[in-house]
Every structure is written in structure tokens, then in C-alpha cells.
């Protein structure tokens, strides 16, 4: 057997430095350690309270003191999310109670715009109605008015009979007869007017003096010119259904007769 060679003098010196060296560190770190416990345990800050007019100061390490900042953080944090919390199921809540209000508001609106378009429409119609019932603004009156001379009248179509009498609402008189059969002039007088004329169609107006006129509308055609002078009973154009009729195969004549702007009911002066 070998024996062991024993260690140099050399490794002998090393090895008592570095357990010198260990002794001393171990000594610092025990002391910083001590250090720390003792700075965080001691009691070196306060917390001042006041109860009425006494004041108390009660001195707490620093160890709790971090505990009581941690706690009062996390409470802190805690009613922020207790808070956030409450106001997402608030906000929740308003959607859900705003859904049908919004819901109720769309359909306000939906019925403000179909009474709009329906109020256009009611204006377009009473327009439409009022051209085809002669397209004037006049004034309508079922009596003789003003200074008029009322002269008795013809009927304007042989054998013809009333389809739509006379009203306020229409104040004229319709009578329906074949396409192309003779008008004839209820009274004499100077044709005023003799062409197409709005709602009217072919018209002609005839003033028959007295400050009356008379109007024969929806012709096909007419066989009298302005300014001429027309006979009692002469041809004044024929049947048709041109401007505002109720269908292209209604035809019939539209006679009025206006004194000073004022529509009458002629009925009373067929003799």
C-alpha cells in the first residue's frame, strides 16, 4: 500500500487565508442581515391619530407599516374594481332600457315621415282635383252674385243628360256623349279663349256679356276661333276626354259658367 503524501506548506497557507476569508464574510452578512431585521422591526414611524382634542402616535416598524400601505392599496384597488364593476352593469342596464326607446323614436320617425309623405300626397290630390274640376283658383258660389245678367241657356249637347251635377266640390256640370258629337254654344257670345289650357284640355271660353263666361271643356277639337262671335246653338267643337279626365275613354263635356271670377251652378238657366 501507498501512503498518502501529506498537503505542502503552500496549500496549508491557501487554505487557512480562504477560511479566514469566510469567517469574516459570514460575519458581514450576519450583520447586514441583523441590520435590516432590526430597521424593519424597530419601531421608528408613526401614525397620528386625533380622538376629540387628544392626539395619539403610535410608532409601527416600517415592516408594518408596508403591510398596512399593501392592505390599503389592495382596498383601494378593490373599490375600483367593485366601482367599475357597477358602473359596466349600469351601463348594461341603459342599453337594455334604451333599446326600446330607441326602438319607440325610429317608429316616431317612420310615422312623422309617412304623415309627411301622406300630407304631400293630400296636397298633390286636392291639386290634381282642383284641375280637373277647371283648373282656376277661383271663387265657387251655388247663387248669382256681383252685378251679372243671368240670360237663359241651352243645353251644350243635344239629348245629352247629367252625369255629375253641380257642387262645391265640383262646381261644374259633366255630361257624357259619344267622342266627336257637336257642342253647341248655350248662349251668343265672343269666343275669349280656344286651344288647350291646363287641366282643362282643349276649352273653350265664351263670354256671353253680363260679366258672364262660359267654359266647355275636354273637347277633341274645336271649330271656333278667338274673337269670334258666336250664335246661340252653333257648333262649338266636339265631345273628347283631353286634359285631366278620370279615364281616355270618359268623354264628356265640362261646361261652367262664371260670373266675375265666381263659379255658379248653371242648372237654373236651362230654359
Request: charged share 20%; net charge positive; glycine share 8%.
Amino acid at each position: 500500500m501507498t501512503s498518502k503524501k501529506p498537503p505542502s506548506a503552500g496549500f496549508q497557507k491557501v487554505k487557512a487565508t480562504l477560511a479566514v476569508q469566510a469567517e469574516r464574510f459570514q460575519t458581514v452578512i450576519s450583520k447586514w442581515v441583523t441590520s435590516v431585521l432590526h430597521f424593519w422591526n424597530k419601531p421608528r414611524w408613526g401614525l397620528t391619530f386625533f380622538l376629540w382634542k387628544n392626539k395619539f402616535k403610535i410608532l409601527l416598524p416600517p415592516a408594518i407599516l408596508l403591510w398596512i400601505f399593501i392592505i390599503l392599496v389592495s382596498l383601494v384597488n378593490l373599490g375600483y374594481s367593485l366601482d367599475i364593476n357597477r358602473m359596466e352593469k349600469l351601463y348594461l342596464q341603459q342599453i337594455r332600457l334604451n333599446a326600446p326607446i330607441k326602438e319607440l323614436q325610429e317608429q316616431n320617425r317612420q310615422q312623422d315621415l309617412r304623415i309627411k309623405k301622406l300630407e304631400k300626397r293630400i296636397k298633390e290630390i286636392v291639386l290634381i282635383r282642383k284641375q280637373a274640376l277647371g283648373g282656376t283658383t277661383g271663387k265657387v258660389s251655388g247663387y248669382p252674385r256681383g252685378s251679372c245678367n243671368y240670360p237663359s241657356l241651352i243645353f251644350p249637347i243635344k239629348g245629352g243628360e247629367i252625369y255629375q251635377y253641380w257642387s262645391f266640390v265640383h262646381p261644374a256640370l259633366d255630361i257624357p256623349a259619344p267622342y266627336g258629337t257637336p257642342i253647341y254654344a248655350s248662349a251668343s257670345g265672343v269666343v275669349a279663349y280656344a286651344n288647350w289650357k291646363n287641366s282643362y284640355g282643349i276649352v273653350v271660353f265664351l263670354n256671353i256679356g253680363g260679366g258672364l263666361q262660359l267654359r266647355f271643356a275636354h273637347m277633341s277639337g274645336t271649330d271656333v276661333r278667338v274673337g269670334d262671335y258666336i250664335k246661340k246653338g252653333a257648333v262649338i267643337g266636339r265631345v273628347g276626354a283631353t286634359g285631366n279626365v278620370s279615364s281616355p275613354t270618359a268623354y264628356h263635356v265640362h261646361f261652367e259658367e262664371v260670373c266675375s271670377g265666381e263659379r255658379i251652378n248653371p242648372l237654373k238657366y236651362f230654359r
